[in-house]
């Protein structure tokens, strides 16, 4: 069975310093590994997705096989950046999320 | 870019009712929604997937009699939860996947309706 674990509830970081939201999975198969991104009072919104090895708002996530992660990274948090982020994983038609990460930016 | 809408927004509703929920797919069909719910503080739990013209398929410990789904069209999912309570209160979420085109492989989500039953 599909599952994808991130272990932060909450995260808050100063702008302009580095943030990481860590997304563990567990997937017998070839995932397919998403973030999707909820400002406040907005839907869901796709951040970005495993396959196309894009950086969009300055965040990256590198799919690590090995350690069966996908992190989400970027260098320099700014404070539009606060809101709640959830990794996901699909297989086939079945996509499963995490429990979400809320993460503050202050200024 | 793709959107998927949902009606209504907020509902509440009494004891013992039944409440539609409506998601539609604006500027792309659809071959497959989904629909999740989500309780504070917490993340989204898919309850089932639609596929148009077929009977929608259930995640374990979801009641289909209770949360019924009907996906008539390429562009149209609708939920209706039967004889509702109070425990039936949540935030609930469609999802659409594309059948074509550049937004074939990316699963838009609507605003999500925020169900109360008193």
């Known amino acids: 069975a599909q599952r994808v674990t991130q272990p932060e509830k909450l995260l808050s970081v100063f702008k302009g310093a580095p943030v990481e939201l860590k997304c563990n999975y567990s997937y017998s198969g070839s995932p397919e590994l998403f973030w999707y991104v909820q400002y406040s009072r907005q839907r869901l919104q796709l951040l970005l997705r495993?396959?196309s090895r894009e950086s969009i708002k300055g965040f990256t996530a590198d799919l690590n096989k090995g350690e069966t992660s996908f992190h989400l990274k970027k260098p320099f948090a700014q404070e539009e950046d606060s809101a709640m982020y959830y990794c996901?994983?699909?297989?086939?038609?079945?996509?499963?999320f995490g429990a979400g990460t809320r993460l503050t930016v202050k200024p | 870019g793709a959107v998927v809408s949902q009606h209504p927004s907020w509902v509440i509703c009494k004891s013992g009712t039944s409440v539609k929920i409506e998601c539609r797919s604006l500027?792309?069909?659809?071959?497959?929604m989904f629909w999740y719910r989500q309780f504070p503080k917490q993340s989204l739990m898919l309850m089932a997937t639609s596929n148009e013209g077929s009977k929608a398929t259930y995640e374990q410990g979801v009641e289909k009699d209770k949360f019924l789904i009907n996906h008539a069209s390429l562009t149209l999912s609708t939920l209706t939860v039967t004889s509702a309570h109070p425990e039936d209160s949540s935030f609930y979420i469609c999802?659409?996947?594309?059948?074509?085109?550049?937004?074939?492989?990316?699963?838009?989500f609507g605003p999500g309706t925020r169900l109360t039953v008193l």
């Open positions: 495993h396959i």
């Open positions: 500027d792309f069909q659809a071959t497959t």
């Open positions: 996901a994983l699909r297989n086939n038609n079945d996509m499963r």
């Open positions: 999802s659409a996947r594309s059948i074509s085109g550049e937004v074939t492989d990316t699963q838009y």
